[in-house]
């Protein structure tokens, strides 16, 4: 089994989480913004629609993992994985792949190790999550400016637990791209259309946002009371 070091600690592979709260929206945005934001990588965005890209906005408590207890918060995008030919369309969504484009978190132990093993874009920020409630919060806020505060209310129940096999994850850094194998067992599952509201601030971050023409009317949210992920070895693409 393959093994690093972070930060004087032995990190095992693959990396476990054994328990966690996700909460997610998935909004339609302009493909040719979401190219933009996401240039630098050098992939492109899966059109599920024509000149229709989406854009995934997630809040987690990890509550129980193999990288301590933090919260994290994601913006990321349905792409096209590298190499995929052919025309755009709608198939693009049956083998689109998940870019993760953002993804703070409030503790440094995972900011390092998220960085050095699979690559991703890991920042430290103050992520204020509250989910003991009928809705489903998260203030997230960066360099003490507000990025954004989005709510969720869930859902209608998903019947079982599963295993899910998620879209393929990419992640960009430093001139590299990788893709990095997942896998999340669920419970207590909930879906609706629409769902969620967002405000945003005044970061960067934020007008990104406001670019990609949020805040919107989510096409559907999620939310899943119990997670358990495995994260394997980067693979360099």
């Known amino acids: 089994m ?3 070091l972070i930060q004087g600690r032995t990190v095992g592979m693959p990396v476990r989480v054994r328990d966690a709260e996700v909460c997610g929206a998935f909004y339609p945005v302009r493909a040719d913004a ?3 934001v996401i240039a630098y990588s050098g992939l492109d ?5 024509p000149g229709k890209a989406v854009c995934v906005l997630l809040f987690i408590d990890y509550r129980d993992g193999d990288l301590d207890a933090y919260h ?3 913006m990321a995008f349905l792409i096209r994985p590298p190499g995929t030919t052919g025309s755009k369309g709608p198939a693009d969504l049956r083998q689109a792949g998940l870019f993760v484009h953002w993804l703070p978190v409030d503790q440094a132990f995972t900011l390092e190790a998220g960085r050095t093993l699979w690559g991703f874009p890991k920042e430290l920020a103050d992520i204020d999550l509250r989910l003991n409630s009928p809705y489903k919060r998260c203030v997230l806020r960066k360099d003490g400016r507000l990025v954004l505060d989005m709510l969720i209310k869930p859902g209608v129940p998903v019947p079982g637990g599963a295993v899910v096999a998620p879209f393929a994850a990419y992640t960009h850094r430093e001139g ?3 893709r990095v194998p997942w896998s999340v067992r669920v419970r207590g599952a909930r879906l609706r259309a629409g769902g969620a509201l967002i405000r945003l601030g005044n970061h960067p971050i934020a007008k990104e946002l406001s670019e990609l023409g949020l805040p919107r009317r989510a096409t559907f949210t999620t939310t899943v ?6 994260f394997g070895e980067a693979l360099e693409t």
Do not use: I, M, P
């Open 2 to 4: 393959a093994s690093h």
């Open 34 to 36: 979401a190219r933009a």
């Open 45 to 49: 965005v899966a059109e599920v629609l």
């Open 72 to 74: 994290e918060f994601g």
């Open 176 to 178: 590299v791209t990788r």
């Open 225 to 230: 009371s119990h997670a358990q992920l495995t």
